[in-house]
Protein backbone atom coordinates (compact mmCIF):
# COMPACT_ATOMS: atom_id res chain seq x y z
CA UNK A 1 0.00 0.00 0.00
CA UNK A 2 1.36 3.29 -0.75
CA UNK A 3 2.03 5.98 1.97
CA UNK A 4 -0.15 8.61 2.28
CA UNK A 5 1.44 11.89 1.86
CA UNK A 6 -0.23 15.73 2.94
CA UNK A 7 1.55 18.90 1.88
CA UNK A 8 -0.45 21.65 3.45
CA UNK A 9 -0.07 25.57 3.29
CA UNK A 10 -2.04 28.75 4.21
CA UNK A 11 0.07 31.57 3.33
CA UNK A 12 1.31 30.01 -1.04
CA UNK A 13 -1.14 30.66 -3.88
CA UNK A 14 -2.92 27.69 -5.36
CA UNK A 15 -0.31 25.71 -6.95
CA UNK A 16 2.61 26.80 -6.00
CA UNK A 17 5.56 26.21 -8.62
CA UNK A 18 7.67 24.99 -5.57
CA UNK A 19 4.75 22.87 -3.64
CA UNK A 20 2.96 21.47 -6.18
CA UNK A 21 4.62 21.29 -9.77
CA UNK A 22 8.06 20.56 -8.13
CA UNK A 23 7.18 18.11 -4.61
CA UNK A 24 4.47 16.81 -4.93
CA UNK A 25 4.18 16.15 -8.86
CA UNK A 26 7.44 14.12 -8.17
CA UNK A 27 6.13 12.38 -5.21
CA UNK A 28 2.89 11.19 -6.71
CA UNK A 29 5.05 9.94 -9.57
CA UNK A 30 7.44 7.73 -7.45
CA UNK A 31 3.89 6.34 -6.24
CA UNK A 32 2.89 7.87 -2.92
CA UNK A 33 -0.75 8.88 -2.75
CA UNK A 34 -0.32 13.01 -2.44
CA UNK A 35 -3.07 15.51 -1.12
CA UNK A 36 -2.36 19.07 -1.07
CA UNK A 37 -4.56 21.47 1.16
CA UNK A 38 -4.26 25.05 0.07
CA UNK A 39 -6.30 28.19 -0.86
CA UNK A 40 -8.72 27.86 -3.59
CA UNK A 41 -11.23 24.94 -4.77
CA UNK A 42 -10.96 21.19 -4.98
CA UNK A 43 -9.53 18.88 -7.96
CA UNK A 44 -7.64 16.38 -8.82
CA UNK A 45 -4.66 17.29 -11.01
CA UNK A 46 -0.94 15.72 -12.28
CA UNK A 47 -1.84 12.31 -9.87
CA UNK A 48 -2.32 14.93 -6.89
CA UNK A 49 -5.49 15.89 -5.10
CA UNK A 50 -5.97 18.72 -3.83
CA UNK A 51 -8.52 19.49 -1.06
CA UNK A 52 -9.40 24.01 -1.29
CA UNK A 53 -10.33 26.15 1.85
CA UNK A 54 -12.87 27.46 -0.41
CA UNK A 55 -12.40 30.58 1.22
CA UNK A 56 -14.28 34.66 0.45
CA UNK A 57 -12.38 36.04 3.34
CA UNK A 58 -9.80 38.24 3.33
CA UNK A 59 -7.16 40.55 5.56
CA UNK A 60 -4.27 39.68 7.42
CA UNK A 61 -6.46 38.77 10.73
CA UNK A 62 -7.70 36.01 8.52
CA UNK A 63 -4.37 35.04 6.60
CA UNK A 64 -2.12 34.40 10.02
CA UNK A 65 -5.04 33.11 12.35
CA UNK A 66 -7.98 31.73 10.67
CA UNK A 67 -6.57 30.29 7.80
CA UNK A 68 -4.16 28.28 9.16
CA UNK A 69 -6.39 27.06 11.53
CA UNK A 70 -8.90 25.84 8.81
CA UNK A 71 -5.88 24.19 6.95
CA UNK A 72 -4.95 22.19 9.57
CA UNK A 73 -8.62 20.90 10.13
CA UNK A 74 -8.36 19.90 6.23
CA UNK A 75 -5.30 18.90 6.47
CA UNK A 76 -5.93 16.92 9.91
CA UNK A 77 -9.09 14.80 8.23
CA UNK A 78 -7.07 13.34 5.12
CA UNK A 79 -5.08 10.96 7.69
CA UNK A 80 -2.05 11.13 6.11
CA UNK A 81 1.11 9.05 7.26
CA UNK A 82 3.71 11.62 6.55
CA UNK A 83 2.67 15.95 6.74
CA UNK A 84 4.89 18.25 4.80
CA UNK A 85 3.95 21.82 5.66
CA UNK A 86 5.07 25.10 4.06
CA UNK A 87 4.59 28.15 6.84
CA UNK A 88 5.68 29.63 10.04
CA UNK A 89 2.48 30.42 11.27
CA UNK A 90 1.51 26.77 10.81
CA UNK A 91 3.85 25.24 13.15
CA UNK A 92 1.66 25.10 16.28
CA UNK A 93 -0.48 22.59 14.14
CA UNK A 94 1.91 20.52 12.89
CA UNK A 95 2.94 20.01 17.22
CA UNK A 96 -0.51 18.83 16.93
CA UNK A 97 0.07 16.49 14.21
CA UNK A 98 3.38 15.16 15.61
CA UNK A 99 1.41 14.45 18.98
CA UNK A 100 -0.94 12.53 16.93
CA UNK A 101 2.04 10.52 15.93
CA UNK A 102 2.16 11.84 12.49
CA UNK A 103 5.66 11.96 10.87
CA UNK A 104 6.11 15.93 9.99
CA UNK A 105 8.08 17.57 7.41
CA UNK A 106 8.78 21.63 7.71
CA UNK A 107 9.63 22.91 4.08
CA UNK A 108 11.72 26.07 5.34
CA UNK A 109 11.64 28.19 2.30
CA UNK A 110 13.03 31.21 3.36
CA UNK A 111 15.00 32.14 6.55
CA UNK A 112 11.60 33.52 8.59
CA UNK A 113 13.58 35.26 11.34
CA UNK A 114 14.77 37.89 8.59
CA UNK A 115 10.78 38.63 8.58
CA UNK A 116 11.14 40.31 12.03
CA UNK A 117 14.32 41.99 11.54
CA UNK A 118 13.57 43.31 8.34
CA UNK A 119 9.97 43.57 8.02
CA UNK A 120 8.71 47.32 6.96
CA UNK A 121 4.75 45.41 7.89
CA UNK A 122 5.93 45.93 11.71
CA UNK A 123 5.51 49.79 12.91
CA UNK A 124 8.42 48.91 15.40
CA UNK A 125 11.61 50.18 16.35
CA UNK A 126 14.08 48.50 15.23
CA UNK A 127 15.08 47.11 18.82
CA UNK A 128 11.80 45.81 19.37
CA UNK A 129 12.31 43.96 15.53
CA UNK A 130 15.52 42.76 16.80
CA UNK A 131 13.55 41.03 20.24
CA UNK A 132 10.72 39.37 18.21
CA UNK A 133 13.44 38.08 16.27
CA UNK A 134 15.07 36.40 19.13
CA UNK A 135 12.20 35.27 20.48
CA UNK A 136 10.79 33.53 17.28
CA UNK A 137 14.06 31.94 16.80
CA UNK A 138 13.99 30.48 20.52
CA UNK A 139 10.00 29.25 19.70
CA UNK A 140 11.49 27.90 16.32
CA UNK A 141 14.23 25.98 17.92
CA UNK A 142 12.15 24.22 19.98
CA UNK A 143 9.56 23.36 17.56
CA UNK A 144 12.23 22.06 14.93
CA UNK A 145 13.97 19.58 16.83
CA UNK A 146 10.41 17.64 17.36
CA UNK A 147 9.94 17.33 13.32
CA UNK A 148 10.97 14.25 11.73
CA UNK A 149 12.93 16.31 9.00
CA UNK A 150 13.60 19.95 7.82
CA UNK A 151 13.97 20.61 4.41
CA UNK A 152 15.63 24.16 2.97
CA UNK A 153 16.42 25.57 -0.19
CA UNK A 154 20.41 27.25 0.38
CA UNK A 155 23.34 26.28 2.02
CA UNK A 156 23.58 28.87 4.88
CA UNK A 157 20.23 28.12 6.13
CA UNK A 158 20.53 24.59 6.32
CA UNK A 159 23.63 24.39 7.64
CA UNK A 160 22.15 26.62 10.80
CA UNK A 161 18.98 23.98 10.80
CA UNK A 162 20.92 21.44 10.73
CA UNK A 163 22.32 22.28 14.22
CA UNK A 164 18.57 22.41 15.92
CA UNK A 165 17.48 19.50 13.81
CA UNK A 166 20.45 16.65 11.93
CA UNK A 167 17.61 15.63 9.70
CA UNK A 168 17.85 18.55 7.27
CA UNK A 169 17.89 18.82 4.01
CA UNK A 170 19.10 20.73 0.92
CA UNK A 171 16.57 20.69 -2.05
CA UNK A 172 16.87 24.30 -3.79
CA UNK A 173 14.33 25.56 -6.11
CA UNK A 174 16.21 25.28 -9.55
CA UNK A 175 13.32 25.24 -12.53
CA UNK A 176 11.25 22.71 -14.02
CA UNK A 177 13.57 22.81 -17.22
CA UNK A 178 12.16 20.00 -18.71
CA UNK A 179 8.42 21.61 -18.70
CA UNK A 180 6.82 22.75 -22.14
CA UNK A 181 7.05 26.33 -21.49
CA UNK A 182 10.64 26.54 -21.46
CA UNK A 183 11.55 24.55 -24.11
CA UNK A 184 10.49 26.81 -26.52
CA UNK A 185 12.96 27.28 -29.08
CA UNK A 186 15.08 30.46 -28.55
CA UNK A 187 15.66 33.27 -32.30
CA UNK A 188 18.88 34.96 -31.12
CA UNK A 189 18.44 37.34 -33.62
CA UNK A 190 14.99 38.40 -33.04
CA UNK A 191 15.87 40.19 -29.74
CA UNK A 192 13.68 43.08 -28.81
CA UNK A 193 15.04 46.82 -27.49
CA UNK A 194 14.52 45.96 -23.96
CA UNK A 195 16.09 45.11 -20.87
CA UNK A 196 13.39 43.00 -18.72
CA UNK A 197 12.95 42.39 -14.84
CA UNK A 198 10.68 39.72 -13.92
CA UNK A 199 9.61 39.42 -10.52
CA UNK A 200 7.49 41.29 -7.93
CA UNK A 201 8.09 44.99 -8.73
CA UNK A 202 9.17 46.36 -5.36
CA UNK A 203 12.32 48.38 -3.37
CA UNK A 204 13.97 44.42 -2.61
CA UNK A 205 15.13 43.82 -6.62
CA UNK A 206 16.18 47.37 -6.74
CA UNK A 207 14.04 48.59 -9.31
CA UNK A 208 14.44 52.36 -8.71
CA UNK A 209 18.22 51.93 -8.36
CA UNK A 210 18.51 50.09 -12.13
CA UNK A 211 15.73 52.65 -13.87
CA UNK A 212 17.95 55.57 -12.37
CA UNK A 213 21.28 54.23 -13.26
CA UNK A 214 20.36 52.93 -16.71
CA UNK A 215 18.73 56.24 -18.08
CA UNK A 216 21.21 57.46 -19.98
CA UNK A 217 21.25 54.91 -22.25
CA UNK A 218 20.59 55.36 -25.53
CA UNK A 219 17.96 53.25 -27.42
CA UNK A 220 16.62 51.16 -24.80
CA UNK A 221 13.66 50.46 -22.92
CA UNK A 222 13.16 49.10 -19.43
CA UNK A 223 10.21 46.54 -19.04
CA UNK A 224 8.94 44.75 -16.04
CA UNK A 225 6.37 42.24 -15.31
CA UNK A 226 5.28 40.85 -11.79
CA UNK A 227 2.90 41.36 -8.95
CA UNK A 228 3.02 44.99 -7.38
CA UNK A 229 3.95 45.01 -3.73
CA UNK A 230 2.40 48.34 -2.75
CA UNK A 231 1.61 51.43 -5.00
CA UNK A 232 4.35 53.52 -3.68
CA UNK A 233 6.76 51.11 -4.98
CA UNK A 234 5.51 51.92 -8.63
CA UNK A 235 5.96 55.89 -8.08
CA UNK A 236 9.73 55.37 -6.78
CA UNK A 237 10.26 53.80 -9.89
CA UNK A 238 8.65 56.67 -12.04
CA UNK A 239 10.35 59.51 -10.01
CA UNK A 240 13.55 58.10 -11.04
CA UNK A 241 12.89 57.39 -14.79
CA UNK A 242 13.31 61.51 -15.87
CA UNK A 243 13.55 59.98 -19.39
CA UNK A 244 10.33 57.68 -19.45
CA UNK A 245 12.34 54.59 -20.20
CA UNK A 246 10.12 52.55 -18.19
CA UNK A 247 7.33 50.60 -18.22
CA UNK A 248 5.43 48.27 -16.10
CA UNK A 249 3.57 45.47 -17.93
CA UNK A 250 1.72 44.39 -14.52
CA UNK A 251 1.53 40.79 -13.94
CA UNK A 252 1.65 38.22 -16.68
CA UNK A 253 0.40 34.62 -17.10
CA UNK A 254 3.20 32.82 -16.25
CA UNK A 255 2.45 30.99 -19.37
CA UNK A 256 3.90 34.15 -21.14
CA UNK A 257 6.85 34.68 -19.00
CA UNK A 258 9.10 32.70 -20.58
CA UNK A 259 8.38 34.82 -23.83
CA UNK A 260 9.03 38.08 -22.22
CA UNK A 261 12.27 37.10 -21.11
CA UNK A 262 13.94 35.30 -23.81
CA UNK A 263 13.15 38.62 -26.28
CA UNK A 264 14.63 40.72 -23.71
CA UNK A 265 18.79 41.59 -24.50
CA UNK A 266 19.07 41.09 -20.95
CA UNK A 267 17.40 40.18 -17.34
CA UNK A 268 18.18 41.90 -14.20
CA UNK A 269 17.98 39.67 -11.19
CA UNK A 270 19.22 42.21 -8.64
CA UNK A 271 18.23 41.77 -4.35
CA UNK A 272 19.13 43.96 -1.37
CA UNK A 273 22.04 42.45 0.73
CA UNK A 274 19.55 41.38 3.74
CA UNK A 275 19.49 38.76 6.60
CA UNK A 276 17.55 36.33 4.36
CA UNK A 277 20.49 36.26 1.57
CA UNK A 278 23.51 36.13 4.65
CA UNK A 279 24.74 39.64 3.72
CA UNK A 280 26.88 38.73 0.25
CA UNK A 281 26.63 35.03 0.67
CA UNK A 282 23.80 34.76 -1.33
CA UNK A 283 20.92 32.29 -1.81
CA UNK A 284 20.09 29.29 -3.77
CA UNK A 285 16.01 30.02 -2.67
CA UNK A 286 14.77 32.00 -5.40
CA UNK A 287 14.99 30.63 -9.02
CA UNK A 288 15.08 33.75 -10.80
CA UNK A 289 18.48 33.76 -12.03
CA UNK A 290 17.86 30.30 -13.02
CA UNK A 291 14.68 30.92 -14.96
CA UNK A 292 16.48 34.26 -16.44
CA UNK A 293 19.73 31.75 -17.41
CA UNK A 294 16.92 29.23 -18.88
CA UNK A 295 15.84 31.71 -21.31
CA UNK A 296 19.08 32.07 -23.24
CA UNK A 297 19.48 35.62 -22.05
CA UNK A 298 22.53 37.37 -20.33
CA UNK A 299 22.17 38.16 -16.83
CA UNK A 300 23.10 41.45 -14.98
CA UNK A 301 22.80 40.35 -11.29
CA UNK A 302 23.66 40.99 -7.63
CA UNK A 303 27.42 39.87 -7.08
CA UNK A 304 26.25 37.43 -3.88
CA UNK A 305 29.09 34.74 -3.48
CA UNK A 306 27.02 31.76 -4.70
CA UNK A 307 25.77 33.15 -7.69
CA UNK A 308 29.16 35.21 -8.60
CA UNK A 309 30.39 30.94 -8.49
CA UNK A 310 27.63 29.97 -10.95
CA UNK A 311 27.72 33.34 -13.47
CA UNK A 312 31.87 32.88 -13.82
CA UNK A 313 32.16 29.38 -13.82
CA UNK A 314 29.47 29.71 -16.85
CA UNK A 315 30.34 33.06 -17.91
CA UNK A 316 27.04 33.40 -18.71
CA UNK A 317 26.35 37.26 -17.40
CA UNK A 318 27.95 39.87 -15.36
CA UNK A 319 27.61 40.51 -11.24
CA UNK A 320 27.54 43.67 -9.51
CA UNK A 321 27.45 45.51 -6.55
CA UNK A 322 23.59 46.23 -6.03
CA UNK A 323 24.36 49.89 -4.72
CA UNK A 324 27.26 50.97 -7.35
CA UNK A 325 25.10 52.62 -9.73
CA UNK A 326 28.36 53.31 -12.14
CA UNK A 327 29.37 49.35 -12.10
CA UNK A 328 25.72 48.48 -13.64
CA UNK A 329 25.54 50.74 -16.06
CA UNK A 330 28.91 49.17 -17.44
CA UNK A 331 27.76 46.07 -16.98
CA UNK A 332 24.31 46.61 -19.01
CA UNK A 333 26.14 48.86 -21.55
CA UNK A 334 29.18 46.10 -22.10
CA UNK A 335 26.39 43.43 -23.08
CA UNK A 336 24.44 45.78 -25.14
CA UNK A 337 27.42 46.85 -27.27
CA UNK A 338 29.17 43.28 -27.58
CA UNK A 339 25.93 41.09 -29.34
CA UNK A 340 27.70 38.58 -30.65
CA UNK A 341 29.16 37.60 -26.85
CA UNK A 342 25.76 38.62 -25.06
CA UNK A 343 23.92 35.78 -27.27
CA UNK A 344 27.36 33.46 -26.46
CA UNK A 345 26.25 34.18 -22.21
CA UNK A 346 23.04 33.61 -23.09
CA UNK A 347 23.76 30.25 -24.98
CA UNK A 348 26.24 28.99 -22.33
CA UNK A 349 23.50 29.84 -19.46
CA UNK A 350 20.95 27.91 -20.75
CA UNK A 351 22.78 24.68 -21.08
CA UNK A 352 24.04 25.13 -17.58
CA UNK A 353 20.74 24.95 -16.73
CA UNK A 354 19.60 22.38 -18.47
CA UNK A 355 22.48 20.01 -17.00
CA UNK A 356 23.47 20.92 -13.92
CA UNK A 357 20.83 23.68 -12.23
CA UNK A 358 17.16 21.93 -13.12
CA UNK A 359 14.47 20.50 -11.06
CA UNK A 360 15.30 16.90 -11.52
CA UNK A 361 18.99 17.00 -9.79
CA UNK A 362 16.89 17.90 -6.98
CA UNK A 363 14.31 15.29 -6.66
CA UNK A 364 16.72 12.67 -5.14
CA UNK A 365 17.34 14.64 -2.23
CA UNK A 366 13.23 14.85 -1.65
CA UNK A 367 13.23 11.53 -2.08
CA UNK A 368 15.76 10.45 0.33
CA UNK A 369 14.24 12.90 2.74
CA UNK A 370 11.01 10.56 2.28
CA UNK A 371 12.71 7.44 2.44
CA UNK A 372 14.74 7.82 5.57
CA UNK A 373 11.18 8.65 7.36
Known sequence: ????????????????????????????????????????????????????????????????????????????????????????????????????????????????????????????????????????????????????????????????????????????????????????????????DYVAFAGQVSETYRLPFIAEAIQDIKGIKFKMCGPLRKSDDLDKIEAADVNGITEYLGKLPFMELPDFLRKSRLAFVLYIYSFNTAGHYGTLGSNKLFEAMLCGVPVVCTDYVLWKQIVEKHKCGICVNSYDKEELKRAVEYILDNPEEARKMGERGRKAVLSEYNWQTQVPELLKCYSEL
Not at 51 to 58: I, P
Not at 122 to 136: D, T, V
Not at 139 to 168: G, M, Q
Open 1 to 192: MALKVCHFTSTHSPKDQRIFYKECISLAKEGYEVYLVEQGEDCVEKGVTILGTHETEKGRFYRLLKRPKKVYKIAKSVNADIYHFHDMELIPYAKKLKKKGKKVIFDYHEDYASRFAESDALPFPKFIKKLLQKMYCSYENAALKKFDAVISVTPHICERLSKVNPKTYMVTNYPLADSEIWNSEINYNAKS
